[in-house]
């Protein structure tokens, strides 16, 4: 039994001649005689009873046809997933995420995403910027979205999306609360939260080479690896940190985010789509370039 005798069977079923199913088929009516006898002989029983008015379904018949459909109909699913896998427009998308990149970013990227391509299933999973690379790494992810730049993107394809800029979190009982914005280089006598360099390289040596560039290398009080934790002991007065400008959208209470006045000429602080060099996945194709319409606010449209 195959498809095409699936089909056959179903088309008769339907018509109650051989005719008219031969038409339905296009193809020759004797073939079609032929194939469903060859089909009843290999199932050991008569599926139609022959009329001169046609044919019906006999009893064996009746019990197959709901079967038959739903084979037809899993077999068009099949293709229709190979489809979509092989255009890019459906199958499965493990992403590594960072956890500023919900803040943002997501919320933009992913209603747009499910609505041009609905076949796609993503699966993301938060992690840090060093985790998402060894995930890539390891196939554990097919992308990732990170924190730019890195220390060392050999072997990886990086696309900046969110181009940001650092700003420096306080306690709203410190006197620099009562300020919008502040040179970085007047908070060097302040104790910081930053970020260990265990966790998250990347992000503490930007976090560090920005106090440089301001003139001074920051007295470490105490280290956290996510946004959240920083904020938390900024607001228990530990000392200040460096977040990037995304995190006002989600800036606890006892926090205020200052804008900084002296960023150097070109330093950012960025969200890029990583994946490993050479990566051909037409899903992820898909995926960066749809991210990367949305990042430049087009919705990913065309």
């Known amino acids: 039994m195959n498809l095409r005798q699936l089909q056959q069977f179903v088309a008769l079923a339907e018509t109650g001649n051989f005719h008219r199913a031969a038409e339905r088929l296009h193809m020759a009516q004797p073939p079609l005689s032929v194939s469903i006898r060859k089909l009843e002989e290999e199932l050991g029983g008569a599926l ?45 998308l493990r992403l590594g995420i960072i956890g500023s990149a919900t803040y943002a970013l ?119 690896s996510q946004v959240q934790t920083i904020m938390s002991l900024v607001a228990s007065g530990l000392g200040v940190g460096l977040v990037a400008g995304v995190a006002r959208h989600v800036v606890p209470r006892g926090v205020k985010c200052l804008r900084l006045t002296d960023n150097p000429p070109g330093f950012h602080v960025s969200i890029a789509l990583a994946r490993l060099a050479g990566d051909a996945s037409p899903v992820v194709q898909r995926f960066a370039e749809h991210a990367l319409a949305c990042a430049k606010g087009q919705d990913g449209a065309g």
């Open 48 to 92: 139609f009873e022959r009329t001169t008015a046609g044919v019906l379904l006999t009893a064996a018949g009746q019990a197959m046809l709901g079967d038959a459909r739903r084979a037809l109909v899993h077999a068009e699913q099949c293709r229709q997933a190979v489809r979509h896998a092989c255009e890019g427009t459906g199958g499965r």
């Open 106 to 224: 997501l919320p933009r990227l992913i209603p747009s995403l499910r609505a041009r391509y609905p076949q796609i299933t993503l699966e993301l999973s938060e992690a840090t910027s060093s985790e998402i690379l060894e995930g890539l790494v390891a196939r554990r992810f097919d992308a990732g979205l990170l924190r730019f730049p890195l220390l060392d993107a050999s072997g990886f394809e990086l696309l900046p999306l969110d181009r940001d800029d650092f700003v420096l979190a306080v306690a709203e009982t410190s006197p620099l609360a009562a300020r919008e914005s502040i040179a970085l280089s007047e908070a060097a006598h302040e104790p910081f939260i930053m970020y260990p360099r265990a966790k998250v390289p990347g992000l503490a040596a930007l976090a560090m080479v920005r106090c440089q560039f301001s003139g001074f290398a920051p007295r470490v009080a105490q280290e956290a």
